[in-house]
């Protein structure tokens, strides 16, 4: 029996037990969204360069691996990487300060703070916000993962969570990865290491989302993965899983692949097929966290050869989002060396945003904001000084 018919089987059967969720039409409407302001907009940056209605985004760096680096918190302390991410982006993802160890770091008290300016800092800079994240085996406080409760004790805190984060910033949250990362590499549940389906069953994802609904009935619901980039065991298993839970009037509506890649790798070739597969279930679709890292040399500088490999990497991601209709969310994990997870997580390795240290646009740079010129963006004629592309 493959696992994901298993977990048919039991969302069927909670079904029966649960009181009838929202039809799926009761979702968001079909996303239109308005062309970025041109007050935001200014000629020659990337969120001009990209055509109306789609959102071209970074992660917003602080908290997780930040806070072991001799720098201060990047967020609120660096004027110029402040001043670039208002100017470039068009949606912010909060790297680390939604999660559960940052917002809700003891039981029943919650923290806003970082998350309320990041929310504060997009509207005032007319940028859409991407929630990250509401369930997930990762970064939860050790209050909850050792805690000792019962099933409805811990459904609860859940159900209060999602309520109060996701409550909190109703209608100004564009979209939620509500669960992330819930299938391993073979696309089986990860029913050991995420506390939620180990203790309350498979069901209770379905009950994330309808919670999530219920607290912001106008923001898109998501799942989020890495290595789902491709048609794999992985995405496989999300496909069957949207489905069902489609099927029984869920509240899901949309796909998200983080695309972490790597230039020892190939690109994932499949990528506009997978998202459009998901495309054709009616759900929207968006790359939420992509980066192109690399293995670098001695000098610990990246050669012109690799920065051409990862220049054409993140062409190849952008374009498959662009070519896919519902795919109008293009988010890359921080876009300065200066602040990225990859040195950190991954030894010897580095160089995986669209520019270096210093704020230097690489060619990933002017690649992503050509092929979005090209793609029918750019509402004005850019300016000479343009190409440097600051
Ligand atoms: O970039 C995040 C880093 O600061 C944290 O230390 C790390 C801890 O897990 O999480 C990183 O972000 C992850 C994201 O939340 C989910 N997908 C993978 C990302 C990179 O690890």
Not at 103 to 111: F, K, M, Q, S
């Amino acid at each position: 029996m493959k696992p994901v018919r298993l977990i048919t089987a039991v969302l069927a059967a909670a079904a029966l037990s649960l009181p009838l969720a929202a039809p799926a039409a009761a979702g968001p409407s079909p996303d239109h969204r308005p062309p970025d302001h041109p007050r935001h907009s200014k000629p020659g940056t990337l969120r001009w360069a990209a055509p109306d209605g789609f959102v071209i985004g970074t992660a917003v760096a602080g908290g997780g691996h930040h806070e072991e680096q001799d720098y201060p918190d990047p967020f609120t302390s660096d004027r110029k990487y402040r001043k670039l991410l208002a100017r470039h982006f068009s949606s912010v993802s909060p790297e680390n300060q939604m999660k559960w160890e940052y917002i809700h770091p003891e039981r029943g008290e919650y923290d806003f703070g970082m998350a309320d300016s990041i929310v504060e800092f997009a509207e005032r800079n007319g940028q859409d916000v991407r929630g990250h994240t509401l369930f997930w085996h990762s970064q939860n406080p050790a209050w909850l993962e050792e805690g000792d409760f019962s099933d409805e004790e811990l459904r609860e805190i859940l159900h209060d969570h999602i309520t109060a984060v996701v409550g909190r910033y109703a209608g100004r949250i564009d979209q939620w990865d509500v669960a992330n990362e819930i299938f391993d590499e073979s696309g089986e549940l990860r029913t050991e290491d995420n506390i939620w389906i180990r203790e309350l069953g498979p069901e209770i994802i379905a009950d994330a989302f309808r919670w999530a609904h219920e607290a912001d009935p106008s923001a898109e619901l998501y799942f989020n993965d890495y290595g789902v980039e491709d048609v794999n065991a992985k995405s496989d298993a999300y496909y069957a899983l949207v489905q069902d839970l489609l099927a029984e009037g869920v509240p899901v509506h949309g796909f998200s692949a983080q695309v972490h890649l790597s230039t020892q790798y190939g690109f994932p070739g499949s990528l506009q097929e997978n998202l459009r597969r998901f495309d054709d279930l009616g759900l929207g679709t968006a790359l939420t966290e992509v980066d192109v890292r690399m293995r670098l040399p001695e000098s610990g500088v990246a050669t012109p050869e690799q920065l051409e490999q990862q220049s054409d990497y993140y062409e190849q991601a952008l374009s498959a989002c662009l070519n896919v209709e519902g795919c109008d969310s293009f988010t890359i994990w921080g876009f300065t060396d200066k602040y990225s997870w990859v040195p950190v997580f991954f030894e010897g390795e580095g160089s995986a945003t669209i520019m270096d240290g210093r704020f230097t646009p690489k060619p990933a740079y002017f690649a992503l904001r050509s092929t979005l010129l090209e793609a029918g963006g750019g509402g004005r004629p850019a300016p000479p000084w343009a190409g440097r592309g600051r």
